[in-house]
């Protein structure tokens, strides 16, 4: 099962309505928002990757699909 909370004051806040049993152990993984000092936004982290492929294909971004899975190449006059 998955909960969502916050934390506050010491004490991680579960959303909504949770029923653990007493001494049940949990795994709280900490998620970096956009917003925290030096976090970075998934948009911000593809970026990072924009432009990595040398050398490839002049039409590698309108036939992805052809290159990837072998699927027919788009006319380029449609």
Do not use: F
């Not at 909960?3 to 309505?17: A, F, H, R």
């Not at 040398?54 to 052809?66: C, F, L, T, V, Y």
């Amino acid at each position: 099962m998955v909960y969502l909370g916050t934390y506050k004051g010491g004490v991680v806040v579960l959303e909504g309505s949770v029923e653990l049993r007493e001494g049940q152990r949990v795994e709280v993984v900490a998620e970096p928002s956009p917003s925290d000092a030096g976090g970075t936004s998934a948009l911000q982290e593809l970026l990072k990757l924009s432009g990595v492929i040398k050398g490839g294909p002049s039409d590698a971004s309108e036939n992805h699909d052809h290159y990837i899975y072998g699927a027919k190449k788009r006319d380029p006059e449609s």
